[in-house]
């Protein structure tokens, strides 16, 4: 085990059938040696700092009806809601002044926002801060000419997870959507010249670890940006809801395997590994982890944009929530840092 992890750290070409093999026999030992060696690179890389990105969920409306999430279409007891365009450049105004410079703006995908809402909503936001911010859009599926409306507007980067690799479990998740068009959408994002994020959930009922090995393949060949992964959690108004979550340790074992294939990838320690174990965060860090994305959604909506049970909201005011955060990853033996935090290869690029 410990040969083949070191292979993986010199990058040489690595079979799905050992990326299998790792995933489904590495002991607990042997991922406390895989974490440390993420870690180093990790720290090579980008030092112990920790960016940090102020997450703003705004709608949680959705058309689509993925079999995992809480905010499906089909969800008829979610309460909805819609942060109208200005309030939500004003929330980015406040985390501005906390010190946030980026700002992820999230949601279901919802058609009442227009390509010219979110370019005025992009604009705004790069207008009130009065510094170089960068803004990541997490909104879904729209066309080449949205993403491009919306990258000249001012957006500098945009997740959206591809899911799963394998064809037959993406179609059995994502009743009515297409597998190619998901993949198409990344490969657009990244044309247009956005930095982009993929990524995945672990242990996703009907999911094998060779289809976690695939996932790994095609990150390494898309060479994303970003990269968000985090436990499934079942949601209670969902057809999954009497399904087993996903592994904590199989989703840090990810998290390290990611980092030694993708050693300049933006890795964040997502909210559902934290919400899924009490020290998911901390051990997300240490296992190559280095971003965090606390939540500048208003209380009032937070409890709404419930994409699986219990999911973890510190419910407190922004500014003492950034203060437990910085304490947090003080502890943790890593530090905070609030620039834009862009991937080490476009430093330049957006800073000029
Ligand atoms: N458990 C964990 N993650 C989930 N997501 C959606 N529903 C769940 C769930 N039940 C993830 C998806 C989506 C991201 C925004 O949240 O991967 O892309």
């Known amino acids: 085990m410990k040969k083949l992890i070191d292979k993986l750290q010199e990058d040489k070409y690595l ?6 093999y790792i995933i489904s026999n ?14 180093r690179v990790r720290k090579k890389i980008y030092g112990k700092e920790v960016y940090l990105r102020g997450l703003v969920e705004f709608t949680n409306f959705c058309r689509n009806d993925c079999k995992y999430c809480g905010i499906r279409l089909s969800n008829k007891n979610a309460k909805r809601y819609r942060i109208d365009k200005k309030s939500i450049v004003n929330i980015c105004k406040k985390g501005f002044e906390l010190g946030y410079r980026t700002f992820v703006l999230q949601g279901g995908e919802d058609l009442k926002y227009k390509d010219s809402d979110i370019v005025e909503i992009v604009k705004n936001i790069k207008k009130v801060c009065k510094e170089n911010v960068a803004v990541t859009l997490s909104i879904g599926e729209r066309s080449y000419e949205s993403y491009k409306k ?12 591809h899911e799963t690799i394998s064809k037959n479990l993406y179609e059995k998740l994502h009743p009515n959507m297409s597998y190619e068009n998901r993949i198409k959408c990344l490969e657009s994002l990244k044309k247009i010249g956005y930095q982009i994020g993929a990524g995945f959930m672990v242990g996703v009922p009907g999911q094998t670890n060779m289809d976690l090995a695939k996932d790994l393949l095609f990150l390494k060949k898309l060479q994303p940006h970003m990269v968000g992964i985090g436990p499934f959690i079942p949601h209670k108004e969902t057809p999954f809801k009497n399904e087993s979550p996903g592994d904590v340790r199989k989703t840090i074992v990810l998290l390290s395997l990611i980092r030694l294939l993708l050693p300049k990838v933006l890795l964040p320690a997502t909210t559902a590994l934290a919400t899924a174990s009490g020290n998911g965060r901390a051990n997300g860090l240490k296992a190559g982890a280095n971003v965090i ?11 709404k944009y419930m994409l699986y049970n219990n999911k973890k909201s510190s419910g407190t005011e922004e500014a003492t929530q950034l ?14 840092d609030m620039g834009r935090g862009d991937h080490i290869d476009n430093m330049y690029v957006t800073q000029i």
Do not use: Q
């Not at 500098?156 to 997870?161: A, G, S, T, W």
């Not at 994305?293 to 409890?303: F, H, I, Q």
């Open 293 to 303: 994305m606390p939540n500048l959604t208003p209380e009032v909506y937070r409890k």
């Open 323 to 336: 203060e437990n955060i910085r304490k947090e990853i003080k502890e943790y033996g890593y530090c905070v």
């Open 150 to 161: 919306f990258y000249d507007a001012g957006a500098d980067r945009f997740l959206i997870r």
């Open 26 to 39: 590495i002991d607990e030992n042997n991922t406390l040696y895989l974490m440390d060696k993420a870690d």
């Open 15 to 20: 079979k799905k059938e050992e990326l299998d």
